[in-house]
């Protein structure tokens, strides 16, 4: 499966911005799926994954309550809406694809065999 990651931006401290991931090659249905992220000079870090059918989601402690993570396996996209931003969002951030068929929502990276070229999101203070 090929990932394309877009919607990065620049936005204000409290703002909102809306991430998507297109998948092309496999169907998305089949795949896990999540979004972590890198700040410069740091490890790439989990944010949020959700399971094949969307029914289940997982996030990071400091996203919690701020973040949702979503997906619509007839467009084949998953989507991280991201609200109340802080500088310290501030990062790439890449989508991820495990699978195809997991049955587990991973969040460390090794689970994750493909991923997108990720998307740069600047939270100015």
């Known amino acids: 499966v090929q990932l394309q990651a877009s919607g990065g931006g620049l936005v204000q401290a409290g703002g909102f911005l809306g991430l998507c991931c297109a998948a092309?090659?496999?169907?998305?249905?089949?795949?896990?799926m999540g979004w972590f992220r890198q700040a410069p000079g740091k490890d790439r870090d989990f944010v949020a994954a959700?399971?094949?059918?969307?029914?289940?989601?997982r996030y990071a402690d400091a996203v919690k309550g701020r973040f949702t993570i979503s997906r619509d396996n007839a467009k084949n996209t998953v989507y991280l809406e991201m609200n109340s931003l802080k500088p310290e969002d501030t990062a790439l951030y890449y989508c991820?694809?495990?699978?195809?068929?997991?049955?587990?929502?991973?969040?460390?990276?090794?689970?994750?065999?493909?991923w997108g070229q990720g998307t740069k999101v600047t939270v100015s203070s």
């Open positions: 959700i399971s094949r059918s969307g029914s289940i989601t």
């Open positions: 092309s090659g496999s169907p998305l249905s089949s795949y896990v």
């Open positions: 991820a694809a495990d699978g195809p068929y997991t049955a587990v929502i991973h969040t460390t990276i090794p689970h994750y065999d493909y």
